[in-house]
């Protein structure tokens, strides 16, 4: 092993991270625009094709013909999936509210 091969991991995995960052949060940032738009399908589809396109790319790039570097990129991205959705994540309607019991100091 290389001694820069452990930098060059951290780097697959942080580029991973900021690749599924940017396709999940266009992919939200794309549903809260198309709802609202004449041309659904239109911004869904224009985004789609460029969301891919920078990923593929960036996967690609990052991997560098090596699978290691491709498989914690790809961790990465999954990462940045459950990241996206617990920030974009709708608010509680109703709070869960405690028992009165546990609510009153003992």
Do not use: D
């Not at 396709?23 to 985004?47: E, P, Q």
């Not at 990465?76 to 920030?87: D, S, T």
């Amino acid at each position: 092993m290389a001694m820069n091969e452990p930098w060059n991991l951290a780097f697959a995995l942080a580029a991973g991270a900021v690749l599924g960052a940017m396709f999940y949060g266009a992919l939200w940032w794309t549903v809260r625009r198309a709802v609202s738009s004449k041309r659904v399908a239109l911004w869904f589809i224009g985004s789609l094709l460029l969301r891919m396109g920078l990923a593929l790319a960036g996967l690609y790039f990052v991997a560098a013909g090596h699978w290691q570097r491709l498989l914690l990129c790809l961790f990465g991205f999954v990462l940045a999936r459950i990241v996206v959705i617990w920030l974009t994540r709708p608010p509680e309607e109703n709070p869960p509210t405690r028992p009165l019991e546990e609510s009153r100091a003992p």
